[in-house]
Every structure is written in C-alpha cells, then in structure tokens.
C-alpha cells in the first residue's frame, strides 16, 4: 500500500516563528502537493511539484515555500508564521501518469499559530 | 476552468437509511471522476472512480455512475451505517491536478 506520512499530527508555533511542515512518500510517485483545509473552503492547493527540484504554485503560495530535494520528500515552509495560516495541513502524492492520477494523502498536520 | 460543484452539508441520516451526495463538473472534454472519503481526524483516501462515461465505480456499498450527458457523478448507498459518518469529495481528473469540490458532511445517527 502506499503511505504517505507528515512529520507531525499537531504542531503550536508563535507568530513570527518559521515552521516547517514534512511530507515522505514510499511509492516512487513523481508528483506531490500541498493543500490546506479550512472549513467551509473545502481544500485548497498551496504548491505542488512533478519532480525533484520543481515546484509550481498553486491557488493559495503566498505566504509559503516548498522544497524538494529527494522525490520522496516535499516540504511545506511557513517563513514567519501568522494566525491567519493556523489550518489543516494535507500533503499528498500521485503518479505522473494521467492515467493513474489517483491521489494518496497524508494524515494532516492541524497547525495553530498562536 | 474546471469546477466540481457539490451539496452542502451536513447530511443527517438514520442508520439504515439511503443516502444521495450531488455531485456535477465542468470540464474540458472527459476526466477521470473521483469520490474520495475523510473519516475524522484522518486524511482523505479513495472511495472509488470512474474513468469514463457510463462507467460505475463502487466500494464498501457505495456507488457513483459517470453521466456524461449530466455531468454528473452522484454518490450513493443504500443502507448507510454509523461508520460511514465523515466528510465526502468530489473530485475531476484530467490532468495530474484534480479539482475538488467542497466536501459535503454525512452524520448517521444509530
């Protein structure tokens, strides 16, 4: 089965703080995305990348950075954290192939930026 | 663009009763179609899919027919289940960033 974990399930930060958000994949999927969760606003994708060292924006990058250095890894960087970024964190992971653009998703990161 | 529009929640049922989730698309030309679940506290997983028109996806009792002529792609079930309380999406492919709908609430009361 494919996994996808983040590196925390809750995370406290100050405003002001840097924070950085994890995401590993198992499955040798090219693309992975970052979304945030916020009621009401269903999911909303921050950035995505379909391989290493690329990343593209999404709907919502103000305010973040992505990195992505191995193909199992992308992480999600808040560079000083604000109240208005305290979410749900998503990550998720999918095939190149459109054909198999099935996503698989972390279990999220509920972040509350004090 | 693509959207994927979808029922506002929450829904409320008693176990055992049907359930319907609306959704429709708009799209260019014809995208893979998704339904995929968030029980509480968890991330979303794959419910089912549908690669093309007239194509049924189904799992765990639920089921979605892929209308081309309505764009439509509606969940159902027919005896839901305390269990099945979570958040439900809907979701158009076509190219390797999907676009969701908004997620639609089920609470099912014993």
């Known amino acids: 089965d494919v996994k996808v974990t983040q590196s925390s399930r809750y995370l406290v930060k100050r405003t002001g703080e840097k924070v950085f958000l994890e995401c590993v994949q198992d499955?040798?999927?090219?693309?992975m995305f970052w979304y945030r969760q916020d009621p009401g606003l269903g999911l909303r994708l921050i950035y995505f990348?379909?391989?290493?060292?690329?990343?593209e924006k999404g709907d919502i990058p103000e305010g973040y950075s992505v990195s992505r250095e191995k193909k199992e890894r992308f992480s999600l960087i808040l560079e000083s954290a604000s109240t208005n970024q305290t979410s749900m964190y998503l990550c998720?992971?999918?095939?190149?192939?459109?054909?198999?653009?099935?996503?698989?998703f972390g279990p999220g990161t509920r972040l509350l930026v004090l | 663009g693509d959207s994927v529009t979808q029922m506002e929640g929450p829904v409320t049922l008693s176990e055992e009763a049907f359930l319907t989730i609306n959704c429709t698309y708009t799209?260019?030309?014809?995208?893979?179609l998704f339904w995929y679940v968030q029980y509480p506290g968890e991330g979303l997983q794959l419910l089912l899919k549908?690669?093309?028109?007239?194509d049924k996806g189904s799992n765990k009792g639920f089921e979605a027919t892929y209308r081309k002529e309505t764009t439509s792609f509606h969940l159902e079930k027919g005896s839901v289940q305390v269990s099945d309380s979570a958040v439900y999406f809907c979701?158009?492919?076509?190219?390797?960033?999907?676009?969701f709908g908004r997620g639609t609430s089920l609470i099912v009361h014993p």
């Open positions: 998720a992971s999918s095939l190149l192939n459109p054909l198999q653009e099935t996503q698989y």
């Open positions: 499955m040798d999927h090219e693309n």
């Open positions: 990348s379909y391989d290493v060292k690329m990343k």
């Open positions: 799209a260019t030309g014809y995208p893979s």
């Open positions: 549908a690669t093309k028109a007239d």
């Open positions: 979701a158009s492919g076509g190219s390797y960033i999907p676009t």
